[in-house]
């Protein structure tokens, strides 16, 4: 992908349902990386909670309030930045306890963070931008995660990788 | 986005187990349908519960948080309940934030059956 456009962005409004636009876009994009079909679904669901908590707790559902989403794209990799214009996440958030949630101890919700943690290689919470706060995430292709048949970027990375 | 089709939550009993079977997407506007789905068969006393997911549904954190409040909910009435999820990528999350130990989870409503 020499000498081409590597970043594509979007700017979506704060509102349920448009999360998806951004799933479906790194979906599409992981899959051009080369990523097999659980990483892009893995990539998917990471990239939905990271929106929906901007639109939440950033914007809250202010609809002419846009999230940005940037996906840079690179041989064997996916950065996906989400930018809010919020003040950013609390620098001490609860771990989610199932255990206590069915307790009551917790409220049943507050998944997203631990999913975007759990489910990318790398992630930035609070990270300053121009455009405003930035949760980044990195998804790295390993030679475990190539498409059977992978596209050419695949095969490339597979290759420096031995 | 208001073209996208609401999610149901329809009832089938079969023997005494009933199923949940939940057409569309598990977020939280889904939420109200399938809890209220759910409060009808508890307060028929039904014990054996199954909720089916479709193969394509997309289920977010919001949604995971209504299963728990089922399985809240099913405990305190006494419930068994086992989860069809078809999709292994939301069978994993269902594993990650721990579930597995509250809820069996199955792969088809065939196998959620046998045994029950």
């Known amino acids: 992908m020499e000498d081409e456009v590597r970043t594509i962005r979007l700017q979506l409004p704060s509102r349920l349902g448009y999360e998806r636009v951004a799933m479906d876009a790194a979906g599409a994009a992981a899959k051009l990386v080369g990523f097999h079909r659980g990483r892009v679904e893995d990539l998917r669901t990471a990239v939905a909670e990271a929106c929906v908590n901007a639109m939440e707790h950033a914007h809250r559902f202010n609809a002419a309030m846009t999230v940005v989403v940037a996906l840079t794209i690179e041989d064997d990799s996916l950065q996906i930045d989400v930018v809010d214009q919020g003040e950013g996440m609390p620098e001490v958030v609860e771990t989610p306890d199932l255990a206590r949630k069915l307790a009551g101890e917790q409220e049943a919700r507050g998944w997203g963070m631990f999913l975007i943690k759990s489910l990318m290689d790398e992630v930035r919470f609070n990270v300053r931008s121009e455009l405003g706060n930035v949760t980044r995430m990195i998804i790295r292709l390993e030679p475990e995660d190539i498409a059977p048949g992978g596209a050419t970027a695949a095969s490339r990375a597979a290759a420096s990788l031995g | ?116």
């Open chain 2, 1 to 116: 986005m208001e073209t996208r089709a609401k999610t149901r939550a329809q009832v089938r009993t079969l023997g005494g187990v009933a199923v949940i079977e939940v057409d569309g997407d598990l977020t939280p506007e889904a939420r109200e349908e399938v809890e209220a789905a759910h409060r009808r068969i508890t307060t028929a006393g039904v014990r054996k519960v199954i909720i089916s997911f479709r193969p394509d549904a997309y289920i977010n954190s919001g949604g995971i948080a209504i299963i728990i409040n089922i399985a809240i909910a099913g405990t305190r009435a006494g419930q068994t309940i086992r989860l069809v999820q078809p999709s292994e990528h939301f069978q994993k999350i269902f594993t990650m934030v721990g579930l597995r130990q509250y809820v069996e989870i199955f792969s088809s409503e065939a196998d959620a059956l046998a045994g029950f």
